[in-house]
Structure formats: structure tokens, C-alpha cells
T-cell receptor, first 114, second 114 residues
Framework: DAGVIQSPRHEVTEMGQEVTLRCKPISGHNSLFWYRQTMMRGLELLIY????????DSGMPEDRFSAKMPNASFSTLKIQPSEPRDSAVYFCASSTTVLSYEQYFGPGTRLTVT | AQSVTQLDSQVPVFEEAPVELRCNYS??????LFWYVQYPNQGLQLLLKYLSGSTLVESINGFEAEFNKSQTSFHLRKPSVHISDTAEYFC????????????FGRGTSLIVHP
């Protein structure tokens, strides 16, 4: 199994630009999570999907952030417009609630907004 | 709601010394408990988990954690650390029913010196 796949691994963009982060969960997993990791705030849950439906987006910081999961094998996190304070590592994780609730994390996307 | 407290942000030790990383949690419902490890520039990986049964759980690389319900703790231990154990360690809890949303601690940086 290839594990959770995220792209791009690194993204550098200028303030005001749109950024799209992509995630492919592990096949068969029906839950998908987007996290943000910074030194200041640690690991923050942004949004959680179950069976492709957004269940809890209370962690999404602002309307500039949006996430979609059009099918079971693909999700995007979009920031529009981006700001320097959005600089962080963004992780996607998937899990199957049938088994054990443990999460499988992707390698992350390091976003730098200048 | 749940909360997780990792009491030490950084733990420096010498190689072959024992180590304990502390984790306390609070929850109004039963929870499952996890330790994840994050190596530099990588995503989090599950190290070990407690779901039920024996309160002492072990990982394949020599770590162990003990669930103490009365003290609401899940401390991680290793009797002899290696340089390769240098990483960030995260404690996490998930409700054992209903919501599948995990709560992570702020992490403990384990630094193993030669």
C-alpha cells in the first residue's frame, strides 16, 4: 500500500495567491482529516470528512479556507487568498472507523507564504 | 470534550539511558489512547495504542505505555534509548464511541545524545 499521498510536498507562494493542497487517502479508509502544524499552535484539526461528507469544520480558521472531498480517493484543501500567517505544514490523515480509530498520516505539505 | 497534556515539551537523554514521556488526559467518556512518533520532515506514525484489555501495551521497537485509569495517564517508557529514537512524540485520545475526532497533545521532543 502506498499510504496517504499528499502533493505538493513543498509550496512557496506570494501573499494573495490561491493555494491548493491535495490528498489521496488509503484505499478503503472512510475518514479523512486535514491538520495544520505550527510551532506556535502545535497540531490543529482543520476539518474531518466521513464517507466523503464534511462532519466537523469548526477548526477551519477563516472563510479563506475551504476543503472538498469529491470522491473516496481524493480531497483538496484550498486557501484563497493566502496570507503569511498561513505558513505551516499541512497534513492529511485517513482512518477506518471500523477497526481501531488509528490515523495514517501523509508526509505533509510545507507551505510558505511570503 | 477531551484534553491531552504532555507535561514536558523537551526531554534530553543520553544514549542507552531510560526515558519516560508523560501524558495525562481528561475526558467525560471512555477513550482510546495512542502514542504517535514524528521523525524530522515526516508525518506522524502510530507507535502504540490502548483500546482495551491489558493496560500495558508495547511497540515493536521497545517502547511501552501503561494506561492508568485512576490517574488518567498514559506515560510512554523505554528502558534504553538509541540515537535513532530522536523524534517528536505525540499522545492522543479518541472517544471510544460516537465522535471519531482525536485530540492530540502538544508533543514532546525526545533528544538522544551520544
Amino acid at each position: 500500500d502506498a499510504g496517504v499521498i499528499q502533493s505538493p510536498r513543498h509550496e512557496v507562494t506570494e501573499m494573495g495567491q490561491e493555494v491548493t493542497l491535495r490528498c489521496k487517502p488509503i484505499s478503503g479508509h472512510n475518514s479523512l482529516f486535514w491538520y495544520r502544524q505550527t510551532m506556535m499552535r502545535g497540531l490543529e484539526l482543520l476539518i474531518y470528512f466521513n464517507n466523503n461528507v464534511p462532519i466537523d469544520d469548526s477548526g477551519m480558521p477563516e472563510d479563506r479556507f475551504s476543503a472538498k472531498m469529491p470522491n473516496a480517493s481524493f480531497s483538496t484543501l484550498k486557501i484563497q487568498p493566502s496570507e503569511p500567517r498561513d505558513s505551516a505544514v499541512y497534513f492529511c490523515a485517513s482512518s477506518t472507523t471500523v477497526l481501531s480509530y488509528e490515523q495514517y498520516f501523509g508526509p505533509g505539505t510545507r507551505l510558505t507564504v511570503t | 470534550a477531551q484534553s491531552v497534556t504532555q507535561l514536558d515539551s523537551q526531554v534530553p537523554v543520553f544514549e542507552e539511558a531510560p526515558v519516560e514521556l508523560r501524558c495525562n488526559y481528561s475526558s467525560s467518556v471512555s477513550v482510546y489512547l495512542f502514542w504517535y512518533v514524528q521523525y524530522p520532515n515526516q508525518g506522524l506514525q502510530l507507535l502504540l495504542k490502548y483500546l482495551s484489555g491489558s493496560t500495558l501495551v508495547e511497540s515493536i521497537n521497545g517502547f511501552e505505555a501503561e494506561f492508568n485509569k485512576s490517574q488518567t495517564s498514559f506515560h510512554l517508557r523505554k528502558p534504553s534509548v538509541h540515537i535513532s529514537d530522536t523524534a517528536e512524540y505525540f499522545c492522543a485520545v479518541t472517544p471510544s464511541g460516537g465522535s471519531y475526532i482525536p485530540t492530540f497533545g502538544r508533543g514532546t521532543s525526545l533528544i538522544v545524545h551520544p
